[in-house]
């Protein structure tokens, strides 16, 4: 298990959310990927995901990517560096077809959405989202929003890694 995978089995736990997703933003190519999802080992999320798989059959949860642009609630989120309140369904327009959101919806609960952009330096990284079948409390947006701080901070770190090996190895070179 990764450090990605742990901060999203945690912020699950800790917000109630039916399920809870990380995403990296690529600002070379303007692409949004998942790098952890939690909530898909659930038994609601399963029976859901086997739906899907009757329209969608080759239909990976963690395989999905897209253009960080694709949708309004997107945009704010990577381009704005906006937080977003907002329903799964509006999330997920573009990303995910409409009738597995509507499964995801009568099946797994999956209704509402709180999006935070993950700022590095500055900039935006990535962003996690906690999807649930009700709206967030005021609470649970400040916990939510401090894992959004957390999982910035792991991005960070992970890039500052991949700096270094890179430094190193062109030190090794010369």
């Not at 809870?20 to 790098?35: A, K, W």
């Not at 962003?127 to 957390?150: G, H, K, P, V």
Request: aromatic share 8%; net charge neutral.
């Amino acid at each position: 298990k990764n450090l990605y995978q742990d901060i999203v089995d945690n912020a699950r736990a800790a917000t109630n959310a039916r399920m809870v997703t990380l995403v990296r933003f690529d600002p070379q190519t303007l692409t949004v990927s998942f790098i952890a999802w939690a909530g898909l080992q659930s038994s609601l999320f399963r029976t859901a995901l086997e739906a899907a798989r009757k329209i969608v059959p080759d239909f990976e949860p963690s395989a999905v990517t897209a253009r960080a642009d694709v949708n309004e609630q997107n945009r704010k989120v990577y381009f704005e560096a906006k937080t977003v309140v907002t329903t799964a369904k509006d999330l997920a327009k573009g990303v995910i077809d409409d009738r597995l959101m509507a499964i995801a919806d009568t099946l797994a609960g999956i209704r509402f959405a709180y999006a935070c952009p993950l700022l590095v330096h500055g900039e935006v990284r990535g962003s996690i989202s906690f999807l649930s079948s009700s709206t967030f409390s005021e609470q649970e947006r400040r916990t939510c929003d401090a894992f959004a701080r957390q999982a910035a901070l792991t991005l960070e770190n992970a890039q500052m890694a991949e700096d270094l090996r890179h430094s190193r190895e062109l030190l090794t070179v010369s």
